[in-house]
């Protein structure tokens, strides 16, 4: 409960321990009498007066009354949202976001033959008054005029006929009806509405309200009592006398039409019955009450005004959220001002109702702000917005479903479009904006977890894959479907500079199982996309192809996709009573998307694939900003007029559940990268024999295409010697397959190569931390015994001293491996450790030597030799020099190596 920001009128203009805040509650009505579509309560305050008080008081003492009043007209009203209507004349007249004749909440629907039946309880009503009641009744057709009139109703109370309403098709009808009070009993009264045949062929008429207004004694029912005073008294000094009290009355109030409050501070009593005296003014309505009937509320927050136009540096990205969400909120906004977003801040929605609609929750509060922060902020003006937050088109909860509003949106079918269309042309957009549907505080870290993990994920070929579904009814609708989806990929996606793949999945028309079924299917949507879009028929909550949850969309490398929808409702994230296709992909753990755009009300395809191309052609221009592609297809729609519903209705719905700010990983750059499987030796076993090996390249890239000219750098390193090479690829042989050869001739043992892409950076990519490969290693396989390691003149930490041998290609079963260790070069000391029939590896033969035989800082000559049957290869081996001064592994320690590489934890077998 909000008063433009103040209450004025009190003591010493501060709310202290002890003030009483008094109030007046009723309903909130619109301009023509019917309830506020957002709220239940309107409020009038207790403000103005005295010092020290907020009302103008009054003293029945001091007046003489000249009349007295008991009985009054009082009006008692039935109303009960329980149908939601959306409009007359069907499709597409009834789907526009904008209200349209006839829609409304309604209580019930009446056809031909039937009845509606409402009991009213007039407990204050005096039949015997000699003037007349008044039938009140809002009803509405739904059927095109057909015959005149196009509908009866039979108004009866307590079974007598009254009238028969004439109503012609699609009018609303507020009418009244002047009876004989006499009609009417204390307590239940039945009004009954039957629709009598007319003729027409349709039929059904919506009640929405009735009402009676009848003289009723001035009744406190429940220790309350509200009432107008008759026409008679006005300009009168009046004596009004109530009854009907179960305790004293505590104050008397008179409300004025301008929601000014006065308050008799004393009421007369007498025999039962209590008292006060009025000037009676035109409009004025009277409400009595015990201080038990009053309530009071459950708690109070303090709600400093704030001013949510006090940005003085602008704003290019605007986030509109409920303050329990703040911390989230400004999480996100601190993440994409990092990211070089621009200038951000966040308005919340709570502070937005009491600056822009008096307190009252109201989709128009947000869209004045957006308004007024265009006239007032430094430009350039807001070009983002994000609405973070669900929404309901049932804030009262007719439903009772518990969904609450934390961010509006306006109309039926909803549009967040509305919000930043042009107000001079409401069909035509001026900001990109978006919604996270998040309803709760988990769900809200999770929309910017799941953003920032979004932009976290390295390139691959999924970013440069599309998926294109197509389901259609008949065979010639699936045609025209698959047919617009192959332009699309050949347009836009197969395209330079882009070079991406389309992955079609067409449904045919005789298929009416899942598609997913299908294995070929399961593995391309296993593989998935960077874009899911979807052309086809769908409800609310299903695609028409079998696909009904986030899951079933889920890719291999668990990456994030957007999807598009050119089809019918999915995107309706507002609905009371179920949770929409495009709320489930982007809330969902597994197969979410990063962002859904499709309709929020029935979709007609001719203006959606006028969007979807727009998407497409926005993104092959170079765009990835996902808003900037959603807005910019919108305004290539409404370049091409909105003289038709349809198009009118694609401009207002087609609506983004995402942040406008999500940059899609959709490559603008070359990305070449070069992983180890496409590094490969042949033969796949060299032997010292072969003259030499080709190691055959694959390079891969990621991003776009550009006539590149790509320095393809070979490092290959044979025992500590290190040999580089370059070879140029340019243009479409960039990505075709290279061979390189190096000779091998007496060179067994371990080969390692590595490749580097433009080592030197001098080409403009997405990302270069994957331009180089990991070390691929081959062995030259030998018919001889090759002492590997230690290497000579080596250190060595005594708990990691291995001797490592390349085994010989001698290829017999009975072949064993022999080790000796000793302190002098002849392996005669008494120290000597020999190790004997030891298993031969096929490259090469691993022995550790425990640190216990080997002595500190003390040079050690080792040497080994196979052995088979009666024969033997010759010994090789080396020396080294135990020291606890080296870490844990083996290092090269001489000035034979330019470089001093350690492996830790070698073993090779």
């Known amino acids: 409960m909000f008063l433009s920001g103040a209450i004025s009128g009190n003591q010493d203009v501060s709310a202290d321990i002890g003030d009483t805040l008094l109030v007046v509650l009723h309903p909130a009505l619109d301009q023509f009498g019917d309830p506020d579509q957002e709220t239940d309560t309107s409020i ?175 009744l406190a029912v429940n220790d309350s009592l509200w009432f107008e005073p008759p026409f008679a008294t006005f300009g009168t000094m009046t004596k009004f006398v109530t009854e009907g009290w179960t305790s004293d009355p505590w104050y008397a109030f008179r409300v004025d039409s301008l929601g000014n409050i006065h308050r008799w501070m004393s009421l007369e009593q007498t025999a039962g019955s209590w008292s006060f005296t009025d000037s009676v003014v035109p409009g004025a309505r009277y409400v009595v009450t015990t201080r038990q009937a009053a309530m009071a509320p459950s708690g109070a927050d303090l709600r400093a005004p704030t001013n949510a136009l006090n940005v003085p540096s602008g704003a290019d990205y605007v986030i509109i959220s409920p303050h329990e969400f703040s911390s989230t909120a400004e999480r996100l906004r601190a993440y994409r001002a990092g990211k070089g977003i621009g200038r951000t801040t966040i308005a919340f929605v709570d502070d937005l109702y009491d600056q822009f609609s008096d307190g009252r929750m109201s989709g128009s509060a947000v869209r004045n702000f957006l308004q007024a922060a265009d006239s007032l902020w430094p430009a350039p003006v807001p070009s983002m917005v994000l609405l973070f937050g669900d929404a309901t088109w049932d804030p009262k909860d007719h439903f009772k479903t518990g969904k609450r509003v934390f961010v509006p949106t306006l109309g039926n079918p909803v549009s967040d479009a509305l919000f930043v269309v ?66 699309l990929i050949s347009g836009y996606v197969q395209a330079s500079p882009l070079r991406g793949n389309g992955e079609r999945i067409y449904r045919t028309a005789n298929e009416i199982v899942d598609i997913t079924k299908s294995e070929e299917v399961r593995e391309r949507i296993d593989t998935g996309g960077v874009w899911i879009n979807y052309y086809g028929h769908a409800g609310t909550d299903v695609w028409a192809n079998g696909i009904s949850t986030a899951e079933q969309l889920t890719n291999e490398e668990e990456k994030q996709h957007l999807i598009t929808d050119i089809s019918c409702s999915t995107a309706r994230f507002a609905e009371p009573l179920i949770e929409s296709f495009g709320e489930m992909m982007v809330r969902a ?202 290497l000579p003149f080596s250190r060595v930490h005594p708990e990691s001293a291995i001797v490592v041998v390349l085994s010989p290609s001698l290829n017999r079963s009975d072949q064993s491996l022999s080790v000796q260790v000793d302190t002098i ?44 049957g009666g024969d033997s290869t010759h010994w090789v081996g080396g020396a080294f020099l135990p020291s606890q001064q080296v870490p844990r592994s083996w290092m090269q320690n001489s000035s034979l190596f330019a470089t001093n590489p350690t492996t830790p934890g070698l073993r090779v077998d």
């Not at 919604?435 to 929309?447: G, H, K, N």
């Not at 190569?753 to 062995?779: F, H």
């Not at 070069?825 to 096929?842: E, T």
């Open 44 to 218: 009038s305050w207790m403000w103005r007066g005295a010092t020290g008080s907020q009302w103008f008081t009054r003293d029945t003492a001091t007046w003489a009354a000249s009349s007295e009043c008991s009985v009054a007209q009082r009006r008692s009203r039935f109303e009960k949202d329980s149908i939601y209507y959306y409009g007359d004349r069907g499709l597409p007249y009834n789907n526009v976001s904008p209200m349209t004749p006839g829609e409304g909440w309604y209580w019930r629907s009446v056809r031909v033959n039937q009845t509606a039946t409402i009991t009213m309880n007039l407990p204050a009503v005096k039949p015997d008054d000699p003037s007349f009641s008044t039938f009140r009744v809002r009803l509405h057709s739904t059927s095109p005029q057909q015959v005149s009139p196009n509908h009866k109703i039979r108004v009866r109370i307590n079974g007598v006929t009254i009238d028969t309403l004439k109503i012609n098709g699609y009018e609303t009808y507020s009418g009244s009806v002047v009876f004989p009070s006499n009609r009417l009993v204390v307590g239940s009264n039945v009004i009954t509405l039957t629709s009598l045949s007319s003729g027409a062929g349709t039929n059904e008429v919506l009640v929405d309200w009735v009402d009676i207004e009848a003289p009723q004694v001035l």
């Open 422 to 487: 042009d107000p001079s042309d409401q069909f035509m957009p001026l900001k990109s904006i978006g919604r996270l549907p998040a309803s709760t505080t988990l769900q809200a870290e999770q929309f910017v977890d799941a953003l920032i993990d979004y932009d976290s994920r390295p390139l691959s070929a999924w970013n440069k894959r599309f998926l294109f579904f197509a389901s259609g009814f008949d065979s010639l609708e699936t045609l025209r479907f698959q047919q617009f989806s192959d332009g």
């Open 589 to 790: 753990d597994a197969g979410r998307a990063i962002g859904y755009i499709g309709a929020s009300g029935f979709g007609f395809d001719s203006p959606l694939r006028v969007l979807a191309d727009g998407m497409y052609s926005s993104m092959a221009s170079g765009e990835r900003m996902l808003g900037k592609m959603h807005l910019a297809a919108k305004q290539v729609l409404r370049s091409g007029g909105a003289s038709t519903l349809e198009r009118q209705q694609a401009i207002h719905q087609w609506t983004l559940l995402g942040d406008p700010a999500t940059k899609l990983r959709i490559p603008t750059l070359p990305d070449y990268t070069i992983h180890p499987e496409n590094v490969s030796v042949q033969p796949a076993e060299p032997a010292e024999g072969d003259t030499s090996t080709a190691v055959q390249i694959s390079v891969t890239n990621f991003g776009t295409f550009r006539n590149d000219t790509l320095v393809v750098r070979i490092f290959h390193t044979h025992e500590g010697t290190t040999a580089v090479a370059d070879t140029l690829l340019a243009g479409e042989n960039i990505v075709l397959p290279m061979r390189w050869r190096r000779s091998i001739l007496a060179s067994p043992g371990f080969h390692s190569v590595r490749v580097e892409l433009d080592p030197d950076r001098r080409l403009s990519e997405e990302d270069t931390g994957n331009n180089g490969s990991s070390v691929v290693t081959y062995v030259v396989a030998t018919s001889r015994l090759r002492p590997l390691s230690p």
């Open 825 to 868: 070069p002849d392996f005669s000391s008494p120290g000597s450790v020999s190790w004997s029939s030891l298993p031969v590896g096929p490259v090469a033969s691993v022995v550790s030597i425990a640190s216990a035989v080997l002595g500190l800082d003390v040079p050690h000559y080792w040497r080994a030799r196979v052995v088979s």
